[in-house]
């Protein structure tokens, strides 16, 4: 079973900077793919990152490509957001996911891809 918590999450200012982190409670947690997501009222979920279990290979969603970028430490079972020049339409309740990946090279964008899911963090952007 694996366990995933959220946290950094909070009110900042227009252009403002978040880190979210996300912990995951696995043995090899280096077996797993990870992604963000986020999911704002009255709209679906959507994809906002994702990288392979190294982290070396990655993708992002258009509407953050640029501003956005996620990181892991497997040493640690973690793996991060790092959010910059966030704006109000970032507002949402932001989601780490797990896989275990199949392919090393593998990053996975739609959620129905991941098994395992956080309880989420509000993020809130003021303008």
């Known amino acids: 079973q694996v366990q995933l918590v959220e946290s950094g999450g909070g009110l900042v200012q227009d252009g403002g900077s978040l880190r979210l982190s996300c912990a995951a409670s696995?043995?090899?947690?280096?077996?797993?793919?990870m992604g963000w997501f986020r999911q704002a009222p009255g709209k679906e979920r959507e994809f906002v990152a994702a990288d392979n279990w190294s982290g070396r290979r990655s993708g992002y969603a258009d509407s953050v490509e640029g501003r956005f970028f996620i990181s892991r430490d497997n040493a640690k079972n973690a793996v991060y957001l790092q959010m910059n020049n966030l704006k109000p339409e970032d507002t949402a309740v932001y989601y780490c996911a797990a896989r275990v990946s199949l392919n090393g090279d593998d990053w996975y964008e739609g959620g129905d891809s991941y098994d395992y899911w956080g309880q989420g963090t509000q993020v809130t952007v003021s303008s």
């Open positions: 696995v043995r090899f947690f280096s077996s797993y793919a």
